[in-house]
T-cell receptor, first 114, second 110 residues
């Protein structure tokens, strides 16, 4: 499968724990995006990378969230001191070009904070 | 007012019906328009991509963009039970990330 891959698919964690998610984009895509989707809502933008550089962060991305994309390949999204409000689907997408090119999403990581 | 408005439904139609899904938006700078299909507990799957105004057809799917009215539509012909999913519209301006609607939940009844 050469699509966007996310791991794990599901994560249940206790409040206050740290979690890390991984995204492997389509191999030739230089842009990688993280979105968050809660029940009954559309995905909301969190942050994006152009190669290894993180170029924009949404105000939704509190200081408990950090994202990296070492060497411009896979990316990780870490949430520290998780809260129940962090429960959501975390989606990764990649594109081959700039703004406006087709974005392809992974299957997401569903996080449940108990 | 949200930037992108989409009726969440649910919308229930009989198999074979023509389905019309719509979004309105407020940001006149939007020029890239996409429709995604999302099955339960899965990631969004890109269905249609349109730049600026006009129509685009792909099999049973037709996307229309009317920038003068800030209105986009997705038509599904000969709908099938396998089309039952949530349909998300998404759009962006140059230099901005995709903004999504809430999604419309569609059920096609056999």
């Amino acid at each position: 499968d050469t699509g966007v891959s996310q791991d794990p698919r599901h994560k249940i964690t206790k409040r206050g724990q740290n979690v890390t998610f991984r995204c492997d984009p389509i191999s030739e895509h230089n842009r990688l995006y993280w979105y968050r989707q809660t029940l009954g809502q559309g995905p909301e933008f969190l942050t994006y990378f152009q190669n290894e550089a993180q170029l924009e962060k949404s105000r939704l991305l509190s200081d408990r969230f950090s994202a990296e994309r070492p060497k411009g390949s896979f990316s990780t999204l870490e949430i520290q001191r998780t809260e129940q409000g962090d429960s959501a689907m975390y989606l990764c997408a990649s594109t081959s070009g700039g703004w406006g090119t087709e974005a392809f999403f992974g299957q997401g990581t569903r996080l449940t904070v108990v | 007012q949200k930037e992108v408005e989409q009726d969440p439904g649910p919308l229930s139609v009989p198999e074979g019906a023509i389905v019309s899904l719509n979004c309105t938006y407020s940001n006149s700078a939007f020029q890239y328009f996409m429709w995604y299909r999302q099955y339960s507990r899965k990631g969004p799957e890109l269905l249609m991509y349109t730049y600026s105004s006009g129509n685009k057809e792909d099999g049973r799917f037709t996307a229309q963009v009317d920038k003068s009215s800030k209105y986009i539509s997705l038509f599904i012909r000969d709908s099938q039970p396998s089309d039952s999913a949530t349909y998300l519209c998404a759009m962006s301006a140059e230099g901005t990330p995709l903004v999504f609607g809430k999604g419309t939940r569609l059920s096609v009844i056999a």
